[in-house]
Structures are given as C-alpha cells and as structure tokens.
C-alpha cells in the first residue's frame, strides 16, 4: 500500500523560506512521477512542481523561480524548498505519486493523472 506523509508546513512571514517533506513508502515501480500540489479556501488545486525517477523536474506557472524539488538519493523522501514566500502561496500543500507517464506529458500539473496523494502540510505565509 502507497503511504506517502507529509511534513515542514507551519507559519512563516512573507519572504521568508520552508522546506516541505514527503515521506513515500509502498511504491515498488522504479518508474514514478511525484508532485506537490496546493489548494487554498475556495481556490481550485494547483500544481506546484514534479519530479520523474529519470530526474526530469517541472514547475507550475506561479511559482517557478522561487521553489524547487528534490529527492533523497534512495528516493524514498520527497522535498519542495519554496524561498520568498509571499501571502498567496498559504495554501495546503499535498504531495502525490503515479507511474511516470504524468511527469512526461506534463498531465501531472492538474492533479488528476495522480494515483496516490497524502493528507497535506498546512503552510501559513503572513504580511
């Protein structure tokens, strides 16, 4: 069973930095696609970044520049560094996995391509 736990949200000023965690267990294709997602009160879901098990990485429009995704070597933990952070990236923020196809297509950056997600990590950015 895919588990993937999220963790490192919390409340931060307005341009400051976090770095959000993944913790993915269960998944036993070596072919993957994850991502981070977020999706604030009364706002659509959006796609923050994605990362392929080739390394190939994407990023959503309102972000690029000011996050970035990683994995650890085993790639068994998922992270997503976020620096300037402004008022409108409070969001909760969601990790989600799927075979590589969404990665490759770029299908990945509206969510439902996405097999499995995790609960969410609440990140609070204040002015």
């Not at 490192?8 to 993915?24: I, P």
């Not at 998944?27 to 981070?36: E, H, L």
């Not at 990665?103 to 950056?109: A, R």
């Amino acid at each position: 069973q895919v588990q993937l736990v999220e963790s490192g949200g919390g409340s931060v000023q307005a341009g400051g930095s976090l770095r959000l965690s993944c913790a993915a267990s269960g998944y036993t294709s070596s072919r993957y696609c994850m991502a981070w997602f977020r999706q604030a009160p009364g706002k659509e879901r959006e796609g923050v970044a994605a990362i392929a098990s080739d390394g190939g990485t994407a990023y959503g429009h309102s972000v690029k520049g000011r996050v970035s995704i990683s994995q650890d070597n085993a790639k068994i933990t998922l992270y997503l560094v976020m620096n300037n952070l402004k008022p409108e990236d409070s969001a909760m923020y969601y990790c989600a996995a799927a075979g590589i196809t969404p990665c490759h297509t770029g299908s990945w950056i509206g969510g439902a391509a996405m097999d499995y997600w995790g609960k969410g990590t609440l990140v609070t950015i204040s002015s």
